[in-house]
C-alpha cells in the first residue's frame, strides 16, 4: 500500500510489510543534497566556461571537494561510517565508458587496407560485441568453492562468499562443512578488463595476416566460403547481407567464433584478468583482513569465476542468435532498434532468452530486465550520447533542448532518445545502500536474512520486493531530484547579479535545467551503485541481500 509519507511494499500474506520507502525524511535528504552538488558544481564552473558541460555519457568523474561535502552533509546514515560516506560520494554526472581503463574502446584498431568509414563501422562492431559479451555474464560472482577457481572446473559449489557483480565480500556458508571459507575477490573490473586483452589481440594485424584477412573477406564477398549453418534465409528479409557490417574472424568475439566457445576457453580468458599482484598480496594479509569476520577466521581469498558453465551456454546463446536472425551482426541487430532504447530491451529480450528476467508472485507477471536494459544502457554510454552543451552555446530555453544534438558521426544507432524509459537496474548494490541511507527500509524478519546472510529463494515474495522497491525508490528520487533542480536554478539566477561576466549569469538556469531534464534512472543508477562500491570496499555497508541467479 501507500501513503502520503511511505510507500509500502507488502509480502504476499498482505499482513506484513516486507519492504518499505521512507518517502519524507531520508528520500528529501538524499534528492536535496544530489541537486545541491549540481548546483555548487556549475556556480564553480562559470569560473571556467570552457568546462561547463551538461549531462553526457562522457563527462569526468573527478570529484570536487565542495560538491561532495555538499551532498554528504547531514545525509541520514550511520554516524560511525558519515567520513566515508563523505569520502565516497561523487556528482551526479557518470564516467566516460572508459575513465577507469577496463573496457574496450577500439581506440587502437588500425586497417590500413580499408577506408576510415569502413574502420569506423568495423570499430563499432567490436566494441558492441564486446559490451553484449560482457553484459551477458556479468551477474552474481558468488558462491564460490575450492573448485571453481579462475582456472578450475566451474562448478558451482557452496555458499562461501558474498561477492557479485556488484562487488565482493565475505562470509562462510552452510556448504563448507569444516572447510575454510572462501572470500570471492574478483570484481566487475575484472571481468571487464579479461574481456578488453582479448578484444585488443587483433586491433593491429601483421602485414601478412593482414592480407591473407582481405583476400579472405574478398572471397565471403564473392560467396565462396558463406557455409555457415547459421546463417539462413531469415537474414535477408530486411538488409541484405552484402551491405552489413561483419566482424572479422580475426576478433574473438565475432560471432562465427563465440559459438565454437567452451567452458575451458572461458576460463582462459577470464585468467587474464586475474591480478596476481593484488592476490598476492591479499594472500599474505588475509589473516589480518579477516580477523573481524564472524566465523571466518580461516578465511582464503580467491578469484573464483562461479556458474562457468552457464556463462558460456549464454555467450553462445549470443552468437548463435545473431548469425541466425541478425545476418551475423550486431550492428544490424541495434540499429533494427531505431534508436529507441525501449525497442533494443523488447530486441535483446526477443533475441537472447538468457535476458529474460521475469517471474510469477501470486498470479501476476513481474519483470525487472536487469541485463537487458544495462546492456542498452552501456551501449549508450560507449557508443552513444548526446552533444555536450557549454555556457557559450546556450541562448535561451527553446536553444537548451535544441543543443541536445547528436555529435556528428556516420554510426548512431545508440544516440537513444528515450534513456528516460529505462528503469534502475535492480540488483544488489543499490538496494544495500539506499538501505543504509534509510531511504528503503525492510521488515524486521527479513532484516535478520539480510544480516545473518542468509540465502533468499530465488523469485521468492521478498526478493521480488526488494527489487521493485529500488526501481519505485531510484524513479521516486529522480522526480524529486529533476522538481528541485528547476526550483533552485531559478532561485540561483535571481539572486545573482553579477553583470560582469557577458550574461552568463542569465544562461547558468538554463544549463542546470537542462541538466535537470537529462538526470535519469540510468544515471542515477550508476551514480549510487558508484558510491555503494567505494563504501563496501571499505567495509561501510552492511550485507546486501543473497540470492543464487543468472539475471543479476
Known sequence: GTSTSTTCVSTCSGSRRSVMIDSTNAMNDLADKISNSIIEKYQQSRLAPTSATTATATTTTTENDNATAAISEDLNVNVNVNVNVNECI????????????????????????????????????????????????????????????????????????????SGSGSGSGSGNHGRKALTNLLEYEHLASALKKIAEADDVLPQQQQQQQQQQEEEEEKG??????YITSTNTSTVAESTVTKAETSYAFAPQNLIHLNTKKLLEILHLGQPEKEQEQEEENNKDSHKDDDDN???????????????????????????????????????KANKSADMLVHLILQSFPGFRD????????????????????????????????????????????????????CINHCYFYDMDKITTFADYRVPQLLRHLNVMQYSPELSRQVDDKIELVPFCADELYIRAATVVAVDELVDRVKTMLREKCMSNSDDDDDEDDDNDSNKFPLLVGLQAENVNAVKMDWYLWNIGEKLDRNKSLGPHHRVKTIFY
Not at 297 to 313: F, G, M
Open 90 to 165: 561523487d556528482n551526479l554526472d557518470f564516467a566516460s565508458w572508459d575513465a577507469d581503463g577496463w573496457h574496450y574502446t577500439g581506440m587502437n584498431y588500425s586497417r590500413p587496407h580499408i577506408s576510415k568509414e569502413e574502420e569506423d563501422k568495423q570499430r563499432f562492431e567490436r566494441v558492441a560485441l564486446y559490451v553484449m559479451v560482457l553484459d551477458c555474464i556479468n551477474f552474481c560472482f558468488w558462491p564460490v568453492d575450492g573448485s571453481d577457481g579462475i582456472s578450475g572446473s566451474g562448478s558451482d559449489g557452496s555458499d562461501g562468499s558474498d561477492g557479485s557483480a
Open 224 to 229: 565462396e566460403l558463406n557455409s555457415n549453418p
Open 297 to 335: 577466521n580461516d578465511a582464503i581469498s580467491i578469484y573464483s569465476v562461479p556458474n562457468v558453465d552457464e556463462r558460456c551456454r549464454l555467450i553462445i546463446e549470443v552468437g548463435e542468435s545473431l548469425l541466425t536472425f541478425h545476418c551475423g551482426s550486431a550492428t544490424n541487430f541495434i540499429s
Open 358 to 409: 521475469t517471474a510469477v508472485l501470486n498470479g501476476r507477471w513481474v519483470a525487472f530486465y536487469k541485463r537487458a536494459q544495462i546492456l542498452v544502457a552501456d551501449l549508450w554510454a560507449a557508443l552513444g550520447g548526446v552533444a555536450d552543451v557549454t555556457v557559450a552555446d546556450v541562448t535561451d530555453v527553446v536553444d537548451v533542448v535544441e543543443k541536445k544534438v547528436e555529435k556528428k558521426t
